[in-house]
Nanobody, 122 residues
Framework: VQLVESGGGLVQAGGSLRLSCAAS??????MSWFRQAPGKEREFVAA????????AYADSVKGRFTVSRDNAKNTGYLQMNSLKPEDTAVYYC??????????????????WGKGTLVTVSS
């Protein structure tokens, strides 16, 4: 199983980015996004169920970030709007196999991508 993130980069505060996570998974899975800022622990950002009908967000990103997925393309997305400097981090996607609901606990993830860096300048 491979998860490959893309779409990170440098953006000014108030700007937007869309991250993608391409997955090589052949079974149902929940997808989640986490981030880790320099000197900080990895934290939950957003999660989406297998069918896409259920989502969950960290309070710090509610109303600004939107998680989605296209199972036909085996790809998940994290649309990030109104970015703030405190959103600067390496963003990781992760998957829990055979999990139909949302998954928010990093300890429960089966697979992780290598991450993509998002830098928000002030």
């Amino acid at each position: 199983v491979q998860l490959v993130e893309s779409g990170g980069g440098l953006v000014q505060a108030g700007g937007s980015l869309r991250l993608s996570c391409a997955a090589s998974v052949r079974t149902a899975y929940a997808m989640s996004w986490f981030r880790q800022a320099p000197g900080k622990e990895r934290e939950f950002v957003a999660a989406i169920s297998w069918g896409g009908g259920r989502t969950a967000y960290a309070d710090s990103v509610k109303g600004r970030f939107t998680v989605s997925r296209d199972n036909a393309k085996n790809t998940g997305y994290l649309q990030m709007n109104s970015l703030k400097p405190e959103d600067t981090a390496v963003y990781y996607c992760a998957a829990v196999l055979k999990q139909l609901g949302v998954a928010t606990n990093p300890d429960g993830m089966d697979y992780w991508g290598k991450g993509t860096l998002v830098t928000v300048s002030s």
